[in-house]
C-alpha cells in the first residue's frame, strides 16, 4: 500500500516539475526558525547579489510563531535582510516559487505545500542520514561520542521527517572535546556550502539523488530539561562531561546541595588538574556525590559512579565560582573533620518531571536557541 502511495506521488512530483525552468535564478521559499538555520538563510541571501552567477533571484521566509519574549533568529535575521516573513501555517502565496529549502524548522510540510514547488523542497541536515534522524541530530551526535559526522541534503517527503532521499552528503571528522555548540557553527557552515552547490545544479543534482540505506537508522529526539540531572550513582565520570558538552549550553547540568537545586558550570576533566591524584581518591571510599575542594586548582572535585569530575562555578542563588563555593557551604565541616571525604559534604541526584515544558525552561530554551 505504501509502496503504491509513493509511486503515485513521485510521478505527481515529476508532472509538477515537469513545467519548470531549469536554471537559475531561483525563487526560494526558505522554513527555519533557529541558529543553525541562519546560516543557510545568509548564505541564500548572499547569493541574491547581483551578477551573472546569481543563484536565487527571490528568497522568502517561513518562521513559527512564538510566545517567547525572545524572537526566534531566523525572524530577526530575516528582518535584518529586510526579507519578506510568513509566519506558520500560512506560507505566502502558492505557486510562485521554484524550491524550498527546510533547515532547522520542526513541522511536517503537506504533500499538497511540497508539490507547489516544482523542484521540491530540500532539507540541510546536520547528520549523515539514516544516522539521527529528528530534531537533535548535533546533540545526540556529542552524546553519544561520536567520531564522525557531517551533513546531508535530502529531499522532503510528507508525513515523516528525514526519510527522503540524499542529494548530497558531506562527512566530518569531530573534534576532541567538542561541545554540541561548537559543532553546530561547523556543521552550520558546511551545510551553507553544500545548500548553494546544489542550488548551482539543481536539476542534476534532482536526478543524480538516492534512497537512504535501511540499515544503521538512528533517532535524535528533542532534550528536556530533566536530562540535565546528573546522577551521581548511575553516571561515570565521562559520562557526565559527555552529557555537558552535549547540552551545557542549553541546560547547564542540575544537582542538590541540602535540598536545593544547584547548577554546575565549567566542568574539567581530572586529568586536566595538575597534581590531582584520582586513583587514591578513588580508593578512599567515598560515595557517588562525595565533594572535595582541590586548593591549588580551584577547583571543586565530585566523585561519580567511576572516577571524578572538576567543577569551576556553580548557581546557588547566584553564581559562584569554586573557591566562593568553598567558603561559604564547606569550609566550615572541613575544619572540624579533617577526614578526607566528609559524608555530609556531597551532592545528591535531582529528579526532575519530564512532564510538559515549563514557561521558564521555553525561555532558556529561547535564550540559546538555537543557536
Not at 304 to 329: M, P, Q, R, S
Request: hydrophobic residues 40%; proline residues 6%; aromatic residues 8%.
Amino acid at each position: 500500500m505504501r509502496g503504491r502511495w509513493l509511486r503515485a506521488w513521485r510521478e505527481g512530483v515529476k508532472a509538477v516539475r515537469g513545467a519548470a525552468a531549469g536554471a537559475p535564478p531561483w525563487r526560494v521559499l526558505f522554513f527555519g526558525t533557529d541558529r543553525f538555520a541562519v546560516t543557510a538563510l545568509r548564505a541564500l541571501q548572499a547569493a541574491r547579489e547581483p551578477s551573472e552567477d546569481s543563484l536565487v533571484s527571490r528568497l522568502e521566509v517561513v518562521t513559527l510563531p512564538s510566545r517567547l519574549p525572545m524572537d526566534l533568529p531566523v525572524r530577526s535575521c530575516a528582518r535584518e535582510l529586510q526579507l519578506p516573513v510568513h509566519e506558520w501555517p500560512h506560507t505566502g502565496p502558492a505557486g510562485q516559487f521554484d524550491v524550498g529549502v527546510v533547515a532547522s524548522f520542526g513541522r511536517l510540510l503537506s504533500e499538497d505545500l511540497i508539490l507547489q514547488f516544482p523542484y521540491g523542497v530540500l532539507n540541510v541536515h546536520p547528520s549523515c542520514l539514516p544516522r539521527w534522524r529528528g530534531p537533535a541530530p548535533i546533540i545526540h551526535t556529542v552524546l553519544h561520542g561520536d567520531k564522525v559526522t557531517g551533513v546531508t541534503i535530502m529531499e522532503i517527503r510528507p508525513k515523516r521527517f528525514d526519510v527522503g532521499p540524499i542529494i548530497k552528503q558531506e562527512e566530518f571528522a569531530v573534534p576532541p572535546r567538542c561541545t554540541a555548540k561548537e559543532l553546530e557553527v561547523i556543521l552550520s557552515k558546511m551545510g551553507a556550502n553544500m545548500l548553494i552547490s546544489v542550488l548551482r545544479n539543481l536539476p542534476e543534482s534532482l536526478k543524480n539523488k538516492k534512497e537512504q540505506p535501511e540499515e544503521g537508522v538512528t533517532f535524535a529526539p528533542k532534550i528536556s530539561v530533566a536530562k540535565s540531572c546528573i546522577r551521581w550513582e548511575e553516571q561515570t565520570a565521562a559520562q557526565i562531561i559527555q552529557l555537558h558538552r552535549a547540552i551545557g549550553s542549553m541546560f547547564p547540568l542540575q544537582t542538590l546541595w541540602k535540598g536545593t537545586t544547584v547548577k554546575l558550570l565549567d566542568f574539567v576533566e581530572v586529568d586536566d588538574i595538575p597534581g590531582f591524584a584520582d586513583q587514591i581518591l578513588n580508593d578512599c571510599g567515598a560515595v557517588p556525590g562525595s565533594l572535595l575542594y582541590h586548593k591549588s586548582s580551584q577547583t571543586l572535585i565530585a566523585r561519580c559512579k567511576e572516577g571524578w569530575v572538576g567543577i569551576k562555578a556553580v548557581i546557588l542563588k547566584k553564581k559562584l565560582t569554586a573557591v566562593d563555593f568553598y567558603n561559604g557551604y564547606m569550609h566550615s565541616w572541613f575544619q572540624q573533620k579533617s577526614r578526607a571525604v566528609h559524608e555530609e559534604c556531597r551532592f545528591q541526584t535531582l529528579k526532575l518531571s519530564t512532564a510538559k515544558k515549563t514557561l521558564k525552561e521555553r525561555e532558556m530554551l529561547s535564550q540559546n536557541i538555537k543557536q
